[in-house]
Structures are given as structure tokens and as C-alpha cells.
């Protein structure tokens, strides 16, 4: 059984730092790779980055670059996400995600490849 457990969200003023953990247990896949979508209220779930597990590629919503930075840590079984200069518009809840699509490096950004995903962590962005 796959779970995948975030954790670092929460209350951030703009301007500021957060970096978000998702901790991942019981998958062994060898394609596919790791990503973090969110949503906020109102919204629908949209792709933020993505790393893969062959070679550590990584991905980013075009909107995004510059700011958020994913890494993982492969002995943590770990992915994380560096959100610098948070904005307002950046509030949401954020998911990480995890699949074994084959062909990942051309579908990366979408939600339906994904397997399995966490439940969720809130960040809030003060103005």
C-alpha cells in the first residue's frame, strides 16, 4: 500500500518562506516520478513541479520558475518543495502525487497519470 504524507504547510506572510515534505512509503516503482499540484477554493487542482525518478528531471508550471524549487531525497524516500517569495495568489492546498507512468517526461503535468496521492497540506499567504 503506497501513502504518501505531507507536512510544512501553514500561515506565511507574502514575501515569505515555506518548504513542504511529502514522505513517501510502500512504492517501488522504477518510471514515473513525483509531483505537487494544488488548489485553491474555488479553483481547479493545477501542476506546480514535478521530479522523475530516472535521471531527476525536473518540471515546473511556467507561471512558477523562479520561486519554487523540488528536490528529493532519495535515501528519505522524500520529495520536497521550496516555495520562495510567496504571494497571496499562492494560498491553496497543496498535494504531492506519485506514478509510475512510463512515459512521464511527456505527461508530467497531468493529474490523471498520478497513482496515488497525500491528503493534503494547507499554506496561507498573508498580504
Known amino acids: 500500500q503506497v501513502q504518501l504524507v505531507e507536512s510544512g504547510g501553514g500561515l506565511v506572510q507574502a514575501g515569505g518562506s515555506l518548504r513542504l515534505s511529502c514522505a513517501a512509503s510502500?512504492?517501488?516503482?522504477?518510471?514515473?516520478?513525483m509531483a505537487w499540484f494544488r488548489q485553491a477554493p474555488g479553483k481547479e487542482r493545477e501542476f506546480v513541479a514535478a521530479i522523475s525518478w530516472s535521471g531527476g528531471n525536473t518540471y515546473y508550471a511556467d507561471s512558477l520558475k523562479g520561486r519554487f524549487t523540488i528536490s528529493r531525497d532519495n535515501a528519505k524516500n522524500t520529495v520536497y518543495l521550496q516555495m520562495n517569495s510567496l504571494k497571496s495568489e499562492d494560498t491553496a492546498v497543496y498535494y504531492c502525487?506519485?506514478?509510475?507512468?512510463?512515459?512521464?517526461?511527456?505527461?508530467?503535468?497531468?493529474?490523471?497519470?498520478?497513482?496515488?496521492w497525500g491528503q493534503g497540506t494547507q499554506v496561507t499567504v498573508s498580504s
Open positions: 510502500g512504492h517501488s516503482f522504477s518510471s514515473g516520478g
Open positions: 502525487a506519485v506514478s509510475s507512468y512510463a512515459y512521464y517526461s511527456a505527461r508530467y503535468y497531468r493529474a490523471s497519470i498520478y497513482d496515488y
